[in-house]
């Protein structure tokens, strides 16, 4: 059964940084895309960032200010989602999902993945 847990969410204050991470188990992702979604209260889920199985990265239009850096580490099977210099829109709760395929492409629409994790919640205060 295929597992994606996140951790590392929490209070911060606006300009802080938090380091989420994504422990996949269940199956070997090595060779598919990974990537973080958030979805703040009232909104639908967006895009923050993407990654190829070599690591090729990709960011949405609205978190991609240089802020955020998203890595994997394919022996540990983990995403991570290094977020810095935090503001108060960058609130949310935090997905890591895994694509359909291995691809050289970076998705960037909620139906082009297919595992989702439970989500973890980033509160950034003023």
């Known amino acids: 059964q295929v597992q994606l847990v996140e951790s590392g969410g929490g209070l911060v204050q606006a300009g802080g940084s938090l380091r989420l991470s994504c422990a996949a188990s269940?199956?070997?992702?090595?060779?598919?895309?990974m990537a973080w979604f958030r979805q703040a209260p009232g909104k639908e889920r967006e895009f923050v960032a993407g990654?190829?199985?070599?690591?090729?990265?990709?960011y949405g239009a609205g978190p991609n200010e240089g802020r955020f850096t998203i890595s994997r580490d394919n022996v540990k099977n983990t995403l991570y989602l290094q977020m810095n210099s935090l503001k108060l829109e960058d609130t949310g709760v935090y997905y890591c999902?895994?694509?359909?395929?291995?691809?050289?492409?970076?998705?960037?629409?909620?139906?082009?993945?297919?595992?989702w994790g439970q989500g973890t919640q980033v509160t950034v205060s003023s």
């Open positions: 999902s895994v694509g359909w395929s291995a691809s050289g492409l970076i998705f960037r629409a909620t139906t082009d993945y297919a595992y």
């Open positions: 269940g199956r070997t992702f090595n060779e598919y895309n």
């Open positions: 990654i190829t199985w070599s690591g090729g990265s990709a």
